[in-house]
T-cell receptor, first 114, second 115 residues
């Protein structure tokens, strides 16, 4: 059974700093990995999608990397802003047919201090 | 661009009542997923449908049922509601054709409160 862990559970950093969020998964046989952002009581916004054959994806100030063999992904946020404060969730997908559900990590609650 | 639409956004029910949540996927998406997120928890997979057939099943209680209709919208029916069913219920959709990236797009969720 796939287990996804995110460390740290919570993180507070001053505005302007660069930061890294970590995600680890136990079963390296994945189809893809998605990073999401969730504001309190709100929906899940997809930030980045990395296919199993890819090493990284970038969108603006965000960069996500994937090391499938070691079961790890990182989300790098450059020049953090107060608006980045949210919970960040990673999720892995085992297959695109059949066992295709996303398994979510426990999330990292990020607070950017102005 | 059109997103995943969920209704109602908020729902308050009494114990033992029934509730129905609706999900309208992104146009041309053929696969729908339902997730439940309790307070302070990560989303838990309930069930998914591809081309109107159940494709995967997670920790969905027997009191819950779901289906996908010919227009690809989906409904989650919950009966004999319990206090523990209070949660955010998310629907997500994807397309298994096209670019086949497998990316899931989530709706804003339906918040169910059971009193």
């Amino acid at each position: 059974k796939q287990e996804v862990t995110q460390i740290p559970a919570a993180l507070s950093v001053p505005e302007g700093e660069n930061l890294v969020l970590n995600c680890s998964f136990t079963d390296s046989a994945i189809y893809n990995l998605q990073w999401f952002r969730q504001d309190p009581g709100k929906g899940l916004t997809s930030l980045l999608l990395i296919q199993s054959s890819q090493r990284e994806q970038t969108s603006g100030r965000l960069n996500a990397s994937l090391d499938k063999s070691s079961g790890r992904s990182t989300l790098y946020i450059a020049a953090s802003q107060p608006g980045d404060s949210a919970t960040y969730l990673c999720a892995v997908k085992k297959s695109n047919f059949g066992n295709e559900k996303l398994t979510f990590g426990t999330g990292t609650r990020l607070t950017i201090i102005p | 661009a059109a997103g995943v639409i969920q209704s109602p956004r908020h729902l308050i029910k009494e114990k033992r009542e029934t509730a129905t949540l609706k999900c309208y996927p992104i146009p041309r998406h053929d696969t729908v997923y339902w997730y439940q997120q309790g307070p302070g928890q990560d989303p838990q997979f309930l069930i998914s449908f591809y081309e109107k057939m159940q494709s995967d099943k997670g920790s969905i209680p027997d009191r819950f049922s779901a289906q996908q209709f010919s227009d690809y919208h989906s409904e989650l029916n919950m009966s004999s509601l319990e206090l523990g069913d209070s949660a955010l219920y998310f629907c997500a959709s994807t397309s298994r054709t096209g670019d086949n990236t497998g990316e899931l797009f989530f709706g804003e969720g339906s918040r169910l409160t059971v009193l």
